[in-house]
């Protein structure tokens, strides 16, 4: 087993007043040499946006992008021609391919939005540009993972990611543990607490600590506090 850990006061925080994110890995002015990606994930940005602002059209390529509201409504238009609202419990991946160009704005006047916003590498460059997103509010999330992006099609109930990776999303209340199984060689897990105390692969993690592990098969869970996990499967290259 290996491992890197990421403390939650560790990461690259900016504060532009209507904008205020926290970068685990290198991503615009934060820059470090030991945090560029973990396997195929390269950016996961943990965004507050004030009201009433957002990012303007601006453009992509050979990247998923993945966002994941954690409280309010972003609003998505970009030049493939969608116009969406992404509220708390969906998650929207865009596939920029060739190319793409979006903005993303707070849907609210009143209130922030909050949201991940996660970059994987795709398994193959220049694709065509897609869109995908839907509601897991449905999906059982108690003590156990529910997918919610995956590269399988059969996987309905999850949006399709142009890689071999996997988003899953739990719920865990303390006391209770649960196992993650990889698939396949060559891969790594990378855990992201959203909420709550965990320990895992040796190591106690508190509230946005994250933790990368990799060379194993499986990886148990066990919740000392009541806890929301976002835990990415992505292959190591």
Not at 8 to 37: C, M, T
Not at 86 to 109: C, L, P, R, W, Y
Not at 214 to 228: L, P, R, S, V
């Amino acid at each position: 087993m290996q491992k890197i850990i990421h403390k939650a006061e560790n990461r690259g925080h900016v504060d532009f007043g209507w904008l205020k994110s926290a970068h685990s890995f290198s991503f615009g002015q934060y820059h470090d040499p030991k945090k560029i990606n973990f396997g195929a994930l390269r950016v996961l940005n943990d965004d507050f946006v004030e009201a009433g602002n957002g990012f303007g059209r601006h453009p992509h390529d050979n990247m998923e992008i993945v966002s994941i509201p954690l409280e309010g409504v972003l609003e998505h238009q970009d030049s493939m021609g969608t116009s969406k609202a992404i509220e708390t419990g969906d998650v929207q991946i865009m596939s920029a391919g060739t190319g793409v160009q979006h903005s993303e704005f707070n849907g609210s006047k009143e209130n922030p939005v909050k949201f991940l916003q996660i970059w994987i590498v795709p398994n193959e460059r220049q694709l065509t540009p897609s869109y995908d997103q839907k509601s897991y509010l449905a999906l059982d999330r108690k003590n156990k993972f529910a997918t919610i992006v995956s590269p399988k099609k059969e996987d309905t109930d999850a949006v399709l990611i142009q890689q071999d990776a996997y988003f899953n999303l739990a719920d865990l209340e303390e006391h209770k543990t649960i196992n993650y199984q990889l698939h396949g060689e060559g891969k790594g897990v990378y855990v992201f607490l959203l909420e709550g105390e965990i320990n895992i692969a040796g190591e106690t993690l508190k509230r946005r600590d994250a933790i990368g592990v990799y060379e194993i098969d499986e990886i148990a869970i066990e919740a000392t506090q009541d806890a929301k996990i976002l835990l990415i499967e992505v292959p190591m290259f």
